[in-house]
């Protein structure tokens, strides 16, 4: 359910047209709803209102500080994986105490900052990860709370470069591993070992494989508790998919998600933390972009849009697909042409879509991109000299734009002409 539908024809974000944002911010632009994002913020936390659980939304998804003040106002925590998204989240007003730090490489820095808030969890992802932890943890007379991220060798199906909980991965530590891993952090003066740690990927379509990690890892926490250790939470990650509108299998609710997890948990007695991020935030934005031209070669029709890759890389890196539409719902009698659509970087890859059936368009014309609130602006470049794309917040009949469009000045001032040039 997404707050972007057709009235009189015309497509709205929430109570605003998008043509208004169009015109009075420029394309192209990032729209987002906020009633989009509290509902799928509400139907994930709401299924497990009923036991401890702590929903951290992954900031990587969409990490504007408007977008996380958003959720952290409903009580969302965050999962960060750099001391910038752990800055942002603080920022926009996330307790510290619902903070959990991911990802393989933490620096001594981003370990001190971290440390500084009081976060809930540092999730370690090897042995010397946990070494530095103890060390940094150690000069600030602190103890720093951890859970291993273990690897369940588990493939979650979906796209390569989004897999991540197979033995061949970068991530976590290898599943014969842990019980040493746990020992061993047991017997450092400056760790604390409280939980378990698990993300096995993303846009995964099945509860299957999050079912089999979670049994393998019931039984990790039985063992860890034989040996002695207290383990107090369990962070099953993020990666449940959601529909793009292709032909695509379509991934299991949120509901279906809770009501299994909640079940092949129960008796384990840990709290639950997830990282949704794609879940909350897909479907809460699109990216709305004008035609620039349409051009007809003879063998193909293209149309060429003032969105690129730099703006949205999701199709070009993960030939992700993307529901187009026109925003200016066609009229009964509308003629359908098959067009390939574009952008205007100089790369082959910077195509969005081939041969994609849509109104006959022409230039000006503006189409939009759903389902762009993850992965969307948050991965955007300046590649080509190309100003970051700005993002726009909507909120009933208000908007604001919550990233402004740099101009080229902005992006040239950080650079510099070295002395023995000039
Ligand atoms: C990317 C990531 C997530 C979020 O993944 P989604 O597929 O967007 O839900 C959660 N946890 C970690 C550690 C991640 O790297």
Redesign the pocket.
Known sequence: MRHFDFRNGEMYAEDVPLSQIAREVGTPVYVYSSATFERHYKVFSDVFSDVDALVAY?V??NSNIAVLATLAKLGCGA?V?SGGELVRALTAGVPASKIVF??VGKTAEEMRMALKAGIRIF?VESLPELHALNAVAGEMGKSAPIAF?VNPDVSAGGHEK?S?GKAENK?GIAWHKAEEAYALAASLPHISVEGVDV?I????DSLDPFARTIDKIGELIGRLRQAGHTIKSFDI?????IPYGDNQKIPPHPSEYGAMVKDATRGLDVELIF?????VS?NSGVLLSKVIYAKETGTRNFLIIDAAMNDLIRPALYDAYHDIEAVTAPGSNFEETEYDVVGPVCETGDTFARGRALPRMQADDLLVFHTAG??GAAQASQYNTRPLVPEVLVNGERYEVIRERPSIEDILKTEKIPDWLS
């Open positions: 992954s990587k998804a999962d994986v991911s990802g999730n991220r989004i991540t991530f993300h990927g993303s846009q995964i990650g993020g990666g449940l998919g990282e949704p991020g794609r879940m897909g993850a992965y």
